[in-house]
Protein backbone atom coordinates (compact mmCIF):
# COMPACT_ATOMS: atom_id res chain seq x y z
CA UNK A 1 0.00 0.00 0.00
CA UNK A 2 3.22 2.59 0.50
CA UNK A 3 4.50 1.49 -2.24
CA UNK A 4 1.17 2.30 -4.42
CA UNK A 5 1.27 5.73 -2.77
CA UNK A 6 4.86 7.10 -3.67
CA UNK A 7 4.28 5.75 -7.25
CA UNK A 8 1.15 7.83 -7.13
CA UNK A 9 3.15 10.57 -5.90
CA UNK A 10 5.58 10.28 -7.85
CA UNK A 11 3.20 10.10 -11.36
CA UNK A 12 1.74 13.54 -10.20
CA UNK A 13 4.65 15.44 -9.37
CA UNK A 14 5.99 14.88 -12.83
CA UNK A 15 3.14 15.52 -14.42
CA UNK A 16 2.88 19.36 -12.84
CA UNK A 17 6.39 19.62 -13.49
CA UNK A 18 6.09 19.51 -16.86
CA UNK A 19 4.03 22.86 -16.49
CA UNK A 20 6.26 26.48 -15.73
CA UNK A 21 2.80 27.42 -13.87
CA UNK A 22 -0.94 26.71 -13.47
CA UNK A 23 -3.34 27.00 -10.57
CA UNK A 24 -5.67 24.63 -8.85
CA UNK A 25 -9.40 25.08 -9.71
CA UNK A 26 -12.31 23.94 -6.92
CA UNK A 27 -12.68 20.77 -8.57
CA UNK A 28 -8.87 19.79 -8.06
CA UNK A 29 -7.91 20.16 -11.69
CA UNK A 30 -4.66 22.18 -12.80
CA UNK A 31 -6.36 25.63 -14.98
CA UNK A 32 -4.47 28.27 -16.80
CA UNK A 33 -1.49 25.93 -17.30
CA UNK A 34 1.89 27.49 -18.85
CA UNK A 35 4.31 25.14 -20.30
CA UNK A 36 7.94 24.85 -20.33
CA UNK A 37 8.11 27.10 -24.03
CA UNK A 38 5.71 29.81 -22.25
CA UNK A 39 2.32 28.92 -23.91
CA UNK A 40 -1.20 28.31 -22.57
CA UNK A 41 -2.08 24.91 -22.58
CA UNK A 42 -5.30 23.30 -21.82
CA UNK A 43 -8.29 24.54 -19.77
CA UNK A 44 -8.07 28.03 -18.85
CA UNK A 45 -10.16 30.86 -17.21
CA UNK A 46 -10.04 34.99 -17.41
CA UNK A 47 -11.04 37.20 -15.36
CA UNK A 48 -11.75 40.81 -16.47
CA UNK A 49 -12.54 43.51 -13.10
CA UNK A 50 -14.85 46.24 -14.53
CA UNK A 51 -13.02 49.37 -15.14
CA UNK A 52 -13.77 52.83 -15.93
CA UNK A 53 -17.54 52.61 -16.80
CA UNK A 54 -16.21 48.79 -18.95
CA UNK A 55 -18.43 45.78 -17.50
CA UNK A 56 -16.12 42.82 -16.39
CA UNK A 57 -16.33 39.09 -17.30
CA UNK A 58 -14.74 35.73 -17.11
CA UNK A 59 -14.43 33.55 -20.21
CA UNK A 60 -13.46 29.84 -20.00
CA UNK A 61 -12.19 27.72 -22.81
CA UNK A 62 -9.19 25.70 -23.78
CA UNK A 63 -5.77 26.86 -25.70
CA UNK A 64 -3.41 24.74 -27.75
CA UNK A 65 -0.15 26.11 -28.55
CA UNK A 66 -0.66 29.50 -27.12
CA UNK A 67 -4.41 29.59 -29.09
CA UNK A 68 -7.89 29.76 -27.87
CA UNK A 69 -9.11 26.47 -29.91
CA UNK A 70 -13.31 25.70 -29.68
CA UNK A 71 -16.07 26.72 -28.29
CA UNK A 72 -15.27 29.25 -25.25
CA UNK A 73 -17.93 30.69 -22.85
CA UNK A 74 -18.00 33.68 -21.53
CA UNK A 75 -20.13 35.02 -18.28
CA UNK A 76 -20.55 38.31 -16.64
CA UNK A 77 -18.91 38.71 -13.38
CA UNK A 78 -22.67 38.04 -11.66
CA UNK A 79 -22.35 34.60 -13.55
CA UNK A 80 -24.80 35.11 -16.09
CA UNK A 81 -23.96 33.98 -20.00
CA UNK A 82 -23.10 36.53 -22.34
CA UNK A 83 -21.51 34.56 -24.92
CA UNK A 84 -20.41 31.17 -26.40
CA UNK A 85 -17.68 32.00 -29.57
CA UNK A 86 -15.60 29.15 -31.35
CA UNK A 87 -12.15 29.87 -31.80
CA UNK A 88 -9.65 28.11 -34.56
CA UNK A 89 -5.61 29.18 -34.74
CA UNK A 90 -6.74 31.84 -32.17
CA UNK A 91 -9.39 33.63 -34.25
CA UNK A 92 -13.46 33.13 -34.33
CA UNK A 93 -14.44 30.79 -36.76
CA UNK A 94 -17.87 28.94 -37.14
CA UNK A 95 -20.92 30.46 -35.55
CA UNK A 96 -21.28 32.25 -32.16
CA UNK A 97 -24.12 33.68 -30.37
CA UNK A 98 -24.64 36.75 -27.57
CA UNK A 99 -26.81 36.67 -25.10
CA UNK A 100 -28.61 39.84 -22.92
CA UNK A 101 -28.53 39.40 -19.44
CA UNK A 102 -32.41 37.49 -19.30
CA UNK A 103 -30.48 34.82 -21.65
CA UNK A 104 -32.38 35.36 -24.67
CA UNK A 105 -29.83 35.66 -27.99
CA UNK A 106 -29.68 38.64 -29.66
CA UNK A 107 -27.65 38.24 -32.13
CA UNK A 108 -26.12 35.38 -33.87
CA UNK A 109 -22.40 35.93 -36.08
CA UNK A 110 -20.88 33.63 -38.66
CA UNK A 111 -16.99 33.45 -39.17
CA UNK A 112 -14.12 32.40 -40.77
CA UNK A 113 -10.75 31.56 -39.39
CA UNK A 114 -7.33 31.06 -41.67
CA UNK A 115 -4.29 29.36 -40.36
CA UNK A 116 -2.18 32.37 -39.66
CA UNK A 117 1.12 29.45 -40.32
CA UNK A 118 -0.15 29.80 -44.01
CA UNK A 119 0.46 31.87 -46.70
CA UNK A 120 -2.37 31.31 -48.42
CA UNK A 121 -5.30 29.62 -47.63
CA UNK A 122 -8.78 27.71 -49.34
CA UNK A 123 -12.42 28.72 -48.68
CA UNK A 124 -15.58 26.93 -49.59
CA UNK A 125 -17.81 30.08 -51.03
CA UNK A 126 -21.63 28.57 -52.14
CA UNK A 127 -22.36 29.21 -55.77
CA UNK A 128 -25.26 31.70 -56.00
CA UNK A 129 -26.24 30.03 -59.26
CA UNK A 130 -25.98 26.70 -57.79
CA UNK A 131 -27.62 26.79 -53.93
CA UNK A 132 -26.15 23.34 -52.09
CA UNK A 133 -22.74 23.24 -54.68
CA UNK A 134 -19.32 25.19 -53.38
CA UNK A 135 -16.09 25.91 -54.92
CA UNK A 136 -13.34 26.74 -53.50
CA UNK A 137 -11.43 29.78 -53.52
CA UNK A 138 -7.41 30.31 -52.66
CA UNK A 139 -7.45 33.45 -50.92
CA UNK A 140 -4.32 35.20 -49.33
CA UNK A 141 -3.62 35.12 -45.64
CA UNK A 142 -4.00 38.17 -43.43
CA UNK A 143 -4.00 36.22 -40.45
CA UNK A 144 -7.00 36.41 -38.68
CA UNK A 145 -10.32 36.27 -39.26
CA UNK A 146 -13.62 37.52 -41.46
CA UNK A 147 -16.84 37.81 -41.24
CA UNK A 148 -18.39 34.90 -43.80
CA UNK A 149 -21.79 33.38 -43.39
CA UNK A 150 -25.20 34.17 -42.36
CA UNK A 151 -25.13 37.06 -39.35
CA UNK A 152 -28.66 37.55 -37.70
CA UNK A 153 -30.45 40.13 -35.14
CA UNK A 154 -33.10 39.25 -32.64
CA UNK A 155 -35.48 41.21 -31.10
CA UNK A 156 -34.69 40.19 -27.37
CA UNK A 157 -38.43 40.31 -26.44
CA UNK A 158 -39.84 38.79 -28.70
CA UNK A 159 -37.30 36.29 -30.22
CA UNK A 160 -38.21 37.39 -33.47
CA UNK A 161 -35.26 38.29 -36.17
CA UNK A 162 -34.74 41.93 -37.05
CA UNK A 163 -32.07 41.96 -39.08
CA UNK A 164 -30.25 39.33 -41.70
CA UNK A 165 -27.28 39.84 -43.30
CA UNK A 166 -24.96 37.52 -45.92
CA UNK A 167 -21.60 38.13 -45.60
CA UNK A 168 -18.73 36.41 -48.07
CA UNK A 169 -15.25 36.71 -47.53
CA UNK A 170 -15.88 39.72 -45.02
CA UNK A 171 -17.85 41.51 -47.73
CA UNK A 172 -21.84 42.47 -47.09
CA UNK A 173 -23.67 40.77 -49.84
CA UNK A 174 -27.31 41.28 -48.64
CA UNK A 175 -28.63 43.00 -45.68
CA UNK A 176 -32.22 42.80 -44.93
CA UNK A 177 -34.90 43.80 -42.46
CA UNK A 178 -37.72 40.91 -42.35
CA UNK A 179 -39.78 44.01 -44.08
CA UNK A 180 -37.55 44.40 -46.90
CA UNK A 181 -37.36 40.48 -47.04
CA UNK A 182 -40.65 39.96 -47.44
CA UNK A 183 -41.05 43.31 -50.14
CA UNK A 184 -38.16 41.70 -52.00
CA UNK A 185 -39.51 38.09 -51.79
CA UNK A 186 -43.21 39.18 -53.96
CA UNK A 187 -44.28 37.90 -56.92
CA UNK A 188 -44.04 40.45 -59.92
CA UNK A 189 -48.02 40.51 -60.43
CA UNK A 190 -48.08 40.99 -56.51
CA UNK A 191 -50.91 44.15 -55.30
CA UNK A 192 -49.53 46.66 -54.18
CA UNK A 193 -50.56 47.82 -50.25
CA UNK A 194 -53.73 50.46 -50.90
CA UNK A 195 -53.10 53.62 -49.05
CA UNK A 196 -55.80 54.19 -46.38
CA UNK A 197 -58.68 56.51 -47.70
CA UNK A 198 -57.98 59.20 -45.41
CA UNK A 199 -54.26 59.28 -46.61
CA UNK A 200 -55.50 59.66 -50.55
CA UNK A 201 -58.53 61.94 -49.23
CA UNK A 202 -55.52 63.89 -48.04
CA UNK A 203 -53.61 63.86 -51.26
CA UNK A 204 -56.05 64.71 -53.48
CA UNK A 205 -57.33 67.96 -51.39
CA UNK A 206 -53.86 69.33 -51.53
CA UNK A 207 -53.17 68.50 -54.94
CA UNK A 208 -50.96 71.67 -56.60
CA UNK A 209 -50.94 73.42 -53.36
CA UNK A 210 -47.96 74.63 -51.63
CA UNK A 211 -45.68 71.91 -49.45
CA UNK A 212 -48.16 71.34 -46.63
CA UNK A 213 -46.79 71.60 -42.95
CA UNK A 214 -47.73 68.52 -41.01
CA UNK A 215 -47.09 68.56 -37.29
CA UNK A 216 -44.93 65.63 -36.09
CA UNK A 217 -44.52 65.71 -32.55
CA UNK A 218 -41.70 67.44 -32.52
CA UNK A 219 -40.60 70.92 -30.96
CA UNK A 220 -39.24 73.56 -32.87
CA UNK A 221 -37.33 76.69 -31.64
Known sequence: MRWILIITMFVSMSSFAQWKDYIIGVKGDTLNRVDLAGRKQGPWVHRYETIRGERGFEEEGEYTDDRKEGRWRKYSLMGDLLAVENFRWGFLDGQSQ?????????????WRAFNPDKLYDTID????????????????????????????????????????????????????????LARDTLPANAKKIQKPKEVLDFEKKNTGKKKVKVRDGSVGY
Open 98 to 110: YFNMAGNVVREES
Open 125 to 180: VEDVMSPGNFNQVIVKNEGSSIRHGTWQYYDPVSGLINKTELYLLGKLEKGNDPMT
